[in-house]
C-alpha cells in the first residue's frame, strides 16, 4: 500500500469523530496554510484533505475572497504521537486578481493613469 495511503488511514483512524454531549461529530483537521501569493502560513480547518489541483476559496487579506489553487500536499509527523500532519502549498488562481493595475491593462483606471503620465497626447503631436 503507498504511503500516501497509510498516512490517509492513520489520519482517519485519528481523526474519524468525535462525541460531544452524546452526539456523534465530523472531526475536521486542521491543516497548515503556506500562501505562496501573500507568503504567509495559517492553520485552517477542513473536513477533507484537498489534493493537488484543486481549489479552495480563501479569505484574502483585504477581506475579499478569492480561489486559490492546491500545488503541493505533503505530510509530517507530529511531534505527539504516531499521527502525520497534512500541510498545503497554494496559489492564488490566474485570473482571479483581476482588480489590480497590473492584472487589467484595459481597466478605466489604468487608462487613467497612463493618460496622467503622458502616455496619449492630444492634438496629434509627437
Same mark, same amino acid.
Given at each position: @500500500?503507498?504511503?500516501? $495511503?497509510?498516512? $490517509?488511514?492513520?489520519?482517519?483512524?485519528?481523526?474519524?469523530?468525535?462525541? #460531544?454531549?452524546?452526539?456523534?461529530?465530523?472531526?475536521?483537521?486542521?491543516?497548515?496554510?503556506?500562501?505562496?501569493?501573500?507568503?504567509?502560513?495559517? +492553520?485552517? +480547518?477542513?473536513?477533507?484533505?484537498?489534493?493537488?489541483?484543486?481549489?479552495?476559496?480563501?479569505?484574502?487579506?483585504?477581506? @475579499?475572497?478569492?480561489?486559490?489553487?492546491?500545488?503541493? #500536499?505533503?505530510?509530517?509527523?507530529?511531534?505527539?504521537?504516531?499521527v502525520? @500532519?497534512?500541510?498545503?502549498?497554494?496559489? #492564488?488562481?490566474?485570473?482571479?486578481?483581476?482588480?489590480?493595475?497590473e492584472?487589467?491593462p484595459?481597466?478605466?483606471?489604468?487608462?487613467?493613469?497612463?493618460?496622467?503620465?503622458?502616455?496619449?497626447? @492630444?492634438?496629434?503631436?509627437?
Open positions: @500500500m503507498p504511503l500516501r $495511503c497509510l498516512v $490517509c488511514l492513520q489520519i482517519i483512524k485519528h481523526l474519524d469523530s468525535t462525541t #460531544v454531549a452524546g452526539k456523534r461529530v465530523p472531526a475536521v483537521i486542521e491543516i497548515e496554510v503556506q500562501n505562496e501569493t501573500h507568503q504567509t502560513q495559517s +492553520r485552517i +480547518r477542513f473536513a477533507a484533505v484537498p489534493r493537488i489541483g484543486e481549489g479552495l476559496r480563501l479569505r484574502e487579506p483585504d477581506g @475579499m475572497w478569492a480561489s486559490y489553487d492546491v500545488l503541493d #500536499v505533503w505530510y509530517q509527523k507530529a511531534e505527539f504521537g504516531d502525520w @500532519m497534512p500541510y498545503l502549498h497554494v496559489r #492564488v488562481t490566474p485570473g482571479e486578481m483581476v482588480g489590480t493595475l492584472a487589467d484595459y481597466s478605466d483606471d489604468f487608462a487613467a493613469q497612463s493618460y496622467e503620465t503622458g502616455r496619449a497626447a @492630444m492634438g496629434g503631436g509627437r
